[in-house]
């Protein structure tokens, strides 16, 4: 006989991230499964699995999830084109979303789309992978958001990327920004340009949970900070 299908434990998957970057979660950080049971049924449509756990174990968390881009309140969420919209960009010009149905998808694409002049234009794929575009949010927004107590920045040849591969966790890219973890610390390593709009230089952002974190980063990557 075979033995039932083993589901992805998404909700493990977050709150290790979180405790590992310094901002472990606490039962008031989850949203109620009352509350998105009822907002899904005001939309007449299921959340995707992956989406649905953020939402109860880190859906009500204030620092990292609006240090920077701003994930939607449950009653925030509206519809747009068969699209879930959860979070805006921090200029409130893109939103990104899920494909919702009625029955929930395991772990979907994200899609984003522009809003001009209160219309949503057409959506087009952002990350294939809900789960890891929220893990990558969690890790840009503690570093480049500067989510963190201690954050800095500097310019680093491309290279470290194999550094980086090789010694710390991979949390995932989005738009060519590449996010890495280790206990009590983040960096983020992107093209980037400088002030003058010369060729693109390479720029690592990094946070920590203490000064003496930053330090260890600053000193394992051999860099200089702005």
Known sequence: MRSPAKHRDFQSEYRQLFKEVGQPLSSRDGIPESRI???EKRLGSHLPVSLREYYLVAGSEKKLNLAFNRLYEVSEWELDSGKLVFMEENQATVRWGVTVRSRPADDPQVLQSQLCQGAYEDWEPEHDSCAVFLKFMICMHASFGGGLECTASAAIPETLQKTLDESWRFMGEVKKM?????????????????????????????????????????????????
């Open 37 to 39: 049971t009822a907002a």
């Open 178 to 226: 590449r996010a890495y973890t280790r206990e009590g610390e983040v960096v983020c390593f992107s093209p980037w340009k400088d002030f003058f709009g010369s060729k693109p230089i390479w720029r690592v952002f990094a946070g920590a949970a203490s000064r003496q974190a930053l330090e260890a980063i600053q000193r394992d990557l051999a860099v200089v900070w702005d």
